[in-house]
């Protein structure tokens, strides 16, 4: 798998400001579309960082975006979080623009990047960020949601990279946004951590709120989110429910040395979805193992060395993103 980002620590990221400042709604808006995207591109230099994103989120769905380094996910989210413009392309949150919707509070967001402010306990700091909103979730409510109501009286400075996430959190959800963002928010947490962040997260979607996260972890989208867009290369490479895409990861793989195969021929056969030279051997990747098998050894009954295995949860994702097809002897 790819390396992992530097660890975000804070919030109220002050460059950020929309973001944070959102002003009440009266309630979850009525669009039938959320989120969504049309032909969205943004480049930074020679860097094509958004490349062509066609992408619809509907109202109470939790998507996550998945994909390794410089996938396209930061770039996307900023998009959306009207913090960034794209090159060509539309984006509408709720039926209007992304700046309309912060401008109405209708997004809550939590970034890579920010900061807490220091001195002040956790529950003056969320007291304080309320004070700025005519309209927003108790207090006492959003410690309970996050599960932080035992730390509510220790100092911002003195909490442990995991509380620092919650609390961040905590403040997204503090205006009761109708869409919330987040950008890779447990990269910091262990194992337990994150299982009881995201409890939280699905509490709060469970209302009929939007959820669009991004992540770097399959089982993550897999677990938490009821749809998974994988990107690479800043494209989508596969979008679907994460029931599918976890189909896609228990794909099998056939190894086998065939002589004079053809890459066409073998690539139509029944349940194999793709093919890879690896020097004299060739890969196949099949959704349905026992059919392509079957297939090949009628088509070329001098296939030796034959392996069949299944992909592991890496292995699928490094697939479906495209980076794993030259890897491996
Ligand atoms: N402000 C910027 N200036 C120049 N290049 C940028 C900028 N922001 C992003 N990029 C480049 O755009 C590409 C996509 O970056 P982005 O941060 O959107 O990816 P990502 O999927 O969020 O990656 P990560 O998981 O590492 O956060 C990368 O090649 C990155 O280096």
Not at 82 to 109: E, W, Y
Not at 215 to 240: K, Q
């Amino acid at each position: 798998m790819t390396d992992r980002v530097t660890a975000a620590t804070g919030v109220a990221d002050s460059a950020r400001p929309d973001v944070e400042r959102r002003v009440p709604t009266d309630g979850p808006a009525k669009e039938t579309v959320g989120v969504r995207l049309d032909g969205v591109r943004k480049s930074f230099g020679a860097v094509r960082a958004v490349d062509g994103i066609d992408l619809t989120v509907c109202p109470g769905e939790t998507v996550a975006l998945l994909g390794p380094n410089g996938a396209g996910k930061s770039t996307t989210i900023d998009m959306i979080l009207g913090l960034l413009a794209p090159d060509s392309g539309s984006i509408a949150v709720f039926g209007t623009t992304p700046h309309a919707a912060v401008r109405r509070g209708a997004i809550g967001a939590m970034l890579q990047t920010g900061s807490l402010l220091r001195d002040l306990t956790v529950r003056e700091l969320l007291a304080m960020m309320a004070s700025l909103y005519p309209r927003h979730m108790a207090v006492d409510d959003v410690l309970e949601l996050m599960g932080i109501r035992a730390i509510a009286q220790q100092r911002t400075e003195r909490l442990s990279g995991g509380q620092v996430q919650r609390v961040r959190a905590a403040l997204a959800l503090l205006p009761d946004p109708e869409l919330l963002v987040l950008d890779e928010p447990t990269v910091a947490l262990d194992v337990e951590s994150r299982r009881a962040f995201w409890q939280s997260i699905r509490d709060f979607a469970a209302q009929g709120r939007t959820v669009v996260f991004a992540t770097h972890y399959l089982d993550e989208a897999d677990s938490y989110a009821d749809r998974v867009v994988v990107l690479s290369r800043g494209r989508i490479v596969a979008d679907g429910p994460a029931n599918e895409i976890r189909a896609m990861a228990g794909m099998r793989t056939i190894r086998a040395t065939i002589p004079e195969a053809d890459d066409a021929r073998l690539a139509a056969l029944p349940g194999v979805r793709m093919v890879e030279r690896r020097g004299s051997a060739v890969v196949l990747r099949c959704a349905d193992s026992d059919a392509a098998i079957r297939a090949v050894l009628a088509v070329y009954p001098d296939a030796k060395d034959i392996e069949i295995s299944s992909a592991g949860l890496e292995e699928a994702f490094l697939y479906l993103t495209g980076d794993g097809r030259h890897a491996g002897p």
